[in-house]
Each structure stands twice: as C-alpha cells, then as structure tokens.
C-alpha cells in the first residue's frame, strides 16, 4: 500500500530555512494521477495547506499566497520523493508539519495518504 | 480564498447518538468537499471525499451530503473511536483550504 515517510530536523532557528523530506512507497512522485502537497497545523492557524507539486507531461507547482515568497517543493525523481523548504522562518511558523497525496483517480482530490507528521519548532 | 466554516465547534454526545456536523463554504465548490477524523497525536484520517463517497476501510455508520456551499457529515450511531476531531476540506481549487474542526466529545 502507498506509504508517506517524513523526515527532517524537529527544532530550525529564526532566520534559517526549514527543510523537511517526505519519502513516497508504493506510488510515484512522477505518476501522471497524483498530486504531492505540504500541509502544517498550529493551534493558531489550524489546518493550512503550504503547496503542491505534480507531473502532468511536465512539472507544475502550486504555493499558498501566505508563504508563496518563502516557499520551494521539489520534486526528486531518483529517490522518488519530494522536499519542502520554508526560507526565513519565524516562531510563527512552529506546528506539525505534513506531507499528502492527492489522488484524483482514487479518492476524487481528496488527501488520502498522509505522512507520519513532523513537529517543526522555530526557536534560538 | 475559499473560506469554510464548520459548525458546531464542539459538541458532547453520547455512544449511539447520531451525530450531525455541517460545514458551509463561502462560494460554490460543487462536490468538491471532503472530511478527515483526526485524533490527538495523529495525522488526520480520509473519511469521505467528494461530499458523499465513502472512503474504502471506512465503517457505513459515516455519511455525507451536499453540494454547492452547504454539506454534512452524519456519523448514524456514535462509537467510542468517534470521539475526535472532524474536519471539512475543499479541493475545488487552490488554494485548498480546511475548517476549523469539530470536537466530537463524551457526554
């Protein structure tokens, strides 16, 4: 079945950038039917979905407006994953941070696979 | 944006209760409506997707409905791994963007 493993460092200092990485088993990052998306959740802004990265003959990228500035997801082919970076991060972004599929043969565009989570805190 | 607005925020219910959450979008998004579970710790849980088809593995006592801005979720008779938090999505376009949750708690 599809599985989505996260990993990446739990604690990013003010300024720096926030990289995490969401392994994909059992599908494709390249598949011509799915989307690959970040989504974080924080008790002050709740469920917030950051972008999306998918393949449609070519790549195409989705961002948030509020981080559109700050924000790159790449795709990587030969480990068949895909990354997030969140440049000069603040406290404000602090939250568990996730990575979804969409699929919208399965599951219409629904978020069917979520990865485990990460809880990502901005601090000195 | 799209907004979505769930109501109620919380709500305490017994087990066998039948449980009504609505969720209201601020324009048209067709059946683009979805809904997660999500418990404490955990990452949230597909229930429903394109406002009433029910995700595979997920028990028949979950419902949904609605179209165009107005949509519900129906749990018929309430389990005790119901006690969680609920959450309506949207993937008419993107932005996506979610509700702020239900708290399903015991009564």
């Known amino acids: 079945q599809v599985q989505l493993q996260q990993s990446g460092p739990g604690l990013v200092k003010p300024s720096q950038t926030l990289s995490l990485t969401c392994a994909i088993s059992g599908d494709s990052v390249s598949s011509n039917s799915a989307a690959w998306n970040w989504i974080r959740q924080s008790p002050s802004r709740g469920l917030e979905w950051l972008g999306r990265?998918?393949?449609?003959?070519?790549?195409?990228?989705d961002y948030a407006v509020s981080v559109k500035s700050r924000i790159t997801i790449n795709p990587d082919t030969s480990k068949n994953q895909f990354s997030l970076q969140l440049n000069s991060v603040t406290p404000e972004d602090t939250a568990v941070y996730y990575c979804?599929?969409?699929?919208?043969?399965?599951?219409?565009?629904?978020?069917?696979?979520w990865g485990q989570g990460t809880m990502v805190t901005v601090s000195s | 944006d799209i907004q979505m607005t769930q109501s109620p925020s919380s709500l305490s219910a017994s087990v066998g209760d039948r449980v009504t959450i609505t969720c209201r979008a601020s324009?048209?998004?067709?059946?683009?409506l979805n809904w997660y579970q999500q418990k404490p710790g955990k990452a949230p849980k597909l229930l429903i997707y394109a406002a009433s088809s029910l995700q595979s593995g997920v028990p028949s006592r979950f419902s949904g409905s609605g179209s165009g801005t107005d949509f519900t979720l129906t749990i018929s008779s309430l389990q005790p791994e119901d006690f969680a938090t609920y959450y309506c999505h949207h993937s008419y376009s993107t932005p996506r963007t979610f509700g702020q949750g239900t708290k399903v708690e015991i009564k």
């Open positions: 324009q048209s998004i067709s059946s683009y």
């Open positions: 979804a599929r969409e699929s919208p043969r399965v599951s219409g565009n629904a978020f069917d696979i």
């Open positions: 990265t998918y393949y449609r003959s070519k790549w195409y990228n």
